[in-house]
Each structure stands twice: as structure tokens, then as C-alpha cells.
């Protein structure tokens, strides 16, 4: 029997794949066990896959056709320390930036989509794939691992840079 927190999390990945197919017009489909096949202790995997297969096994979410350097990882939790982000240092958030960039591949677009009770939806991406992009308000965060990202409101994001996303995610 699945968790309740297993579920939250696999009906959020199929929420995110729903918006992006409805937004794109293409499939996007929550990827079998969450990406976890090729993370981690499993990057040796890769160089036994072809690309589709890599494709549909990393990240929590399988793109469309033209979204070939799209890696996401989704997350749905009941709170979150929106309070560390002005003190530089929230672990929880390193937690989930490490785990979408331990799958990830050179020029790949990655993006973390969240979603908290009571308080909306979020992404956070990096900065160097700011180019172009109107992030509107936002707030940024430096990862101790992984770099400069903005943490901003998914809404803003997908309704003000739908082509922009496109091109950096091909």
C-alpha cells in the first residue's frame, strides 16, 4: 500500500505533467518511480541506456518531444522555511536541488516545481538559465552545491516565458 506522502507526491507529478501537456500541447507524463532509476548510485545505468530511455527515467517528470533538456523534480509538502530564504541557508531546499542535479546532464534546463499547503505553487531554476526570462518577483538562492537559482510563483513563470522555457528545454 502506498504512503500518504507517496500519493500527495505521485498526484503532484501528475498535476505538473497535466499543466505542461495542456500549456505545450505535448505529452508530458510523470516518469516511472520518480527518476530515482537513474540518480544517485544508479548513474552507471547511463551508459548502458539510449537517450529515450535516459530521457524517461530521470527526473520525476518524462517531457514532451521538443523538451529534450528539460530535468524536473517535483516536490509537495505541507510547509516550507519561506523564512531561510533571506538567511542563505535552507536545507531542505539544497535537498532538492541536489537530487535534480545528481540526474542531470550538461545543458540541461533544470527547473524544481513545489507545492505547499495553503500557499501556492513555486519553481526554482538557475540562474544561468535566466537569459531572457521575466522572473517578475522573485527571490534568489544560492545552493551550496549547485550554484545561483531563482525561487519564484510557477504561475508567473509558465504564463510569462512559455516560448523562452521551450527553447532552453530543446
Same mark, same amino acid.
Given at each position: ?65 521538443? =523538451?529534450? +533538456?528539460? !530535468? ?5 509538502? @505541507?510547509?516550507?522555511?519561506? #523564512? /531561510? ?27 524544481? =516545481?513545489? +507545492?505547499? !499547503? ?5 519553481? @526554482?531554476?538557475?540562474?544561468? #538559465? /535566466? ?40
Amino acid at each position: 500500500m502506498t504512503s500518504p506522502q507517496k500519493a500527495k507526491g505521485g498526484s503532484f507529478e501528475r498535476e505538473i505533467a497535466q499543466m505542461l501537456s495542456t500549456t505545450f500541447g505535448e505529452s508530458f507524463i510523470r516518469a516511472p518511480s520518480s527518476g530515482a532509476y537513474v540518480g544517485g548510485s544508479n548513474k552507471v545505468r547511463k551508459e548502458i541506456l539510449h537517450q529515450g530511455q535516459i530521457r524517461a527515467f530521470k527526473g520525476d517528470i518524462v517531457p514532451g518531444e521538443s =523538451f529534450s +533538456k528539460m !530535468n524536473a523534480e517535483c516536490k509537495s509538502y @505541507a510547509d516550507f522555511p519561506f #523564512h /531561510q530564504l533571506f538567511t542563505g541557508t535552507v536545507k531542505v531546499l539544497d535537498t532538492w536541488i541536489d537530487q535534480c542535479m545528481e540526474v542531470a546532464d550538461q545543458g540541461d534546463f533544470n527547473i524544481l =516545481f513545489m +507545492k505547499f !499547503n495553503r500557499k501556492g505553487t513555486y519553481t @526554482a531554476i538557475q540562474i544561468r #538559465h /535566466q537569459v531572457n526570462l521575466n522572473l517578475g518577483s522573485h527571490i534568489i538562492y544560492n545552493s551550496k552545491n549547485h550554484g545561483t537559482w531563482a525561487f519564484l510563483d510557477l504561475n508567473f513563470f509558465i504564463n510569462n516565458n512559455q516560448e523562452q522555457f521551450r527553447l532552453l528545454c530543446k
